[in-house]
């Protein structure tokens, strides 16, 4: 059987992993230290620097595919795999529109999907003539390595705006700014595509973020239109197809008053898809490794009616009270909820696990899993 | 996190695995050799002789619980373990019915469970009159170290049958007999139980074998009354409690014209629990890991009216066609279907894997997984 190869060390490629072992694969990582997160549970562990093209070379030996739990491995390096013979799946010509935003919107433009107004911004006069235009709903982003709220900014004021725009310029940074939009709520729509060109779309979500970082995501998305959620799965698939992706694509959108626009691309497995583990046939952990090997995707039905993620997020301190205990408290609460954890020290703010609930409500889903999230990070009950 | 021991390498270890990763417990294995089956996927393995009470030692070290894939560790070794302060779970003081048939018999017996007319045999003599109490009717078995149909015989005559004892017992095997039983199928009915005392029991399942190795299992057991399932559940409950078991029990039954029969018990995740991977909301794995632990037991609710089990079991030969695209064309074929392999090389009647199908009805279950489970040991369809 296959040897998949993934580079990237954090949760996603553990939660690859345990369904790698299930389908009979030969899962290996490149991890940067022995004690991430997905290193604690492989069995064949590399460590290595994903920005170095040996350490890359390395884990790529005879693997039938290589891929990845974050998108910031250099294109260069992924090239020359690939110039070996090596299947990098997703390929770096894709795999773009994930590392840079402005890249992102430009392709989506291009292909009329909807995108708030956008444009590049390299100097204070860039920056006050894009105020103008957006009359001041402006937001400005790095084009390259923001994640979950980092490298965004709000400018208050022209004057703000043209500062800032000079100071992150100076210090190197490429920027792009866009329009507020001015969402009602988020949603995700969420497809896996092999390189065969079969792809499959999971049903649209709600997420819900804290501080900019994913905290909720709830399947399907309450209230959403039958017509919206067969746009945006449409255009999901679209968007996969015109930019040739291979395993997971998650497009983030912005829902607004009159449709979507779509807010972030990610192409790997991603937060707002973890409710499939325990509410859907083909989980987006199995899918992405099914679709990075060109095998047949699986079914993306749900199996329950209503299936609620929470995040489980390191607060403000940790409690004294021990994490198995927190765990122990919730499952005798709640014998539905599906705790998952990824082996993480505590950290304000952190990703430390999440919980799933299957439920015939909106309502008790989100309340059982919102409880169980609660207490796992406080060590209290909502 | 607690670190879990397991001692055993096969594929009930490698799938407890898959679920101990997700929990985020730290998950350590004894195994015999680096390529058994859950040797290749583990992070912590320990390589080890679970007869040897050094290994055993070595790998209870610093553990919370210490638990099996298989009932054959000495439980000499294992009360060495206990009287150290060491969790093993199951107790030896349980597990013994699960290793010696005949202490499990004569334990039902006096808990009034429905067992066959039994009887120990030492000699022909014991043979010859045990045939005339059961009238012909009789199924010899080694007390202990059968599996899968080993260690069970058939005899045709009294003169074949004390031949046979005779020959069994002048090369020491301990034996007993019992009436064979004329069942109609098959059952399974399967509880977790913790520490402190919490039940849960799954649904009651029929099982169906191929000569003497379970093939397959069906969820529910098709057309079972309600009164009979009631009555199987209690039973596995009342067994366990009993016994004082810890994990998951599989107590295995012959259904009757007139009831059922218990035909053996089993004290660890069970071939006929496998559905509940991708049928149920707590799989069997995931269930026994918290029952060792002594954590509250997770819903044993279904998540599909019907789930269907199908081992693919080595055939009479290898087809030529690679593992792989054997998969491939499953997935191909049944998007539903959920393939799980155990990284085992093939051998004639070996299990080497399963495939799961959830679906509406238990005529569709079936066909999909034994068309996708024949595809993957035949590389053809049915």
Same mark, same amino acid.
């Given at each position: 059987m296959p040897i998949v190869a993934v580079i990237g060390?954090?949760?996603?490629?553990?939660?690859?992993? @345990?369904?790698?072992?299930?389908?009979?694969?030969? &899962?290996?990582?490149l991890a940067g230290g022995e004690d991430a997160s997905a290193a604690q549970?492989? =069995?064949?562990?590399?460590? =290595?620097?994903?920005?170095?093209?040996?350490?890359?070379?390395?884990?790529?030996h005879d693997a039938s595919a290589v891929t990845f739990d974050h998108e910031h491995v250099p294109s260069e390096h992924l090239q020359k795999?690939?110039?070996?013979?090596?299947?990098?799946? &997703?390929r770096p010509s894709a795999l773009i529109y994930a590392q840079d935003k402005l890249e992102q919107r430009t392709r989506l433009a291009a292909l009329s999907a909807p995108v708030p107004?956008?444009?590049?911004?390299?100097?204070?006069?860039?920056?006050?003539?894009?105020?103008?235009?957006v009359e001041g709903e402006v937001c400005l982003k790095a084009t390259r390595g923001g994640?979950?709220?980092?490298?965004?900014?709000?400018?208050?004021?022209?004057?703000?705006?043209?500062t800032l725009v000079e100071d992150l310029v100076a210090k190197g940074v490429p920027l792009y700014a866009e329009a507020k939009v001015p969402f009602i709520r988020e949603l995700s729509a969420m497809v896996a595509r092999n390189r065969s060109g079969q792809v499959e779309a999971w049903p649209v979500v709600e997420s819900r973020q804290a501080n900019g970082v994913c905290r909720v995501?709830?399947?399907?998305?309450?209230?959403?239109?039958?017509?919206?959620?067969?746009?945006?799965?449409?255009?999901?698939?679209?968007?996969?197809?015109?930019?040739?992706? @291979?395993?997971?694509?998650?497009?983030?959108?912005?829902?607004?008053?009159?449709?979507?626009?779509?807010?972030?691309?990610?192409?790997? &497995? /991603?937060?707002t898809g973890h409710w499939t583990q325990d509410g859907c046939v083909t989980s987006q952990f199995e899918q992405h490794l099914r679709a990075v090997l060109d095998w047949p995707l699986g079914s993306t039905a749900p199996t329950a009616p209503v299936t609620?993620?929470?995040?489980?997020?390191?607060?403000?301190?940790?409690?004294?009270?021990?994490?198995?205990?927190?765990?122990?408290?919730?499952?005798r609460k709640y014998p539905e909820?599906?705790?998952?954890?990824?082996?993480?020290?505590?950290?304000?703010?952190?990703?430390?696990? /999440?919980?799933?609930?299957?439920?015939?409500?909106?309502?008790?889903?989100?309340?059982?899993?919102?409880?169980a999230a609660h207490f796992i990070v406080n060590a209290e009950w909502k």
């Open positions: 060390d954090g949760q996603l490629a553990r939660m690859m992993h @345990t369904e790698a072992i299930e389908l009979g694969l030969a &899962p290996r990582v549970v492989f =069995g064949d562990v590399r460590l =290595g620097d994903y920005r170095d093209l040996a350490d890359l070379e390395a884990i790529a795999l690939i110039d070996a013979g090596v299947a990098v799946e &997703p107004q956008f444009a590049p911004i390299a100097s204070g006069e860039d920056a006050r003539r894009f105020w103008e235009d994640y979950d709220g980092h490298g965004v900014w709000f400018p208050a004021s022209p004057d703000d705006f043209a995501a709830i399947s399907p998305a309450p209230g959403l239109s039958p017509e919206l959620e067969e746009y945006c799965r449409n255009l999901a698939v679209r968007i996969a197809e015109e930019v040739d992706v @291979t395993g997971v694509l998650a497009v983030e959108l912005f829902e607004t008053a009159d449709g979507v626009q779509v807010n972030e691309l990610a192409m790997r &497995p /991603h937060n609620v993620m929470v995040n489980t997020l390191g607060g403000d301190a940790d409690p004294d009270m021990p994490m198995e205990q927190r765990v122990v408290e919730v499952m909820a599906k705790v998952h954890l990824y082996g993480k020290d505590y950290r304000p703010g952190r990703k430390m696990g /999440h919980v799933n609930v299957a439920a015939d409500t909106t309502e008790r889903a989100l309340e059982v899993a919102e409880d």
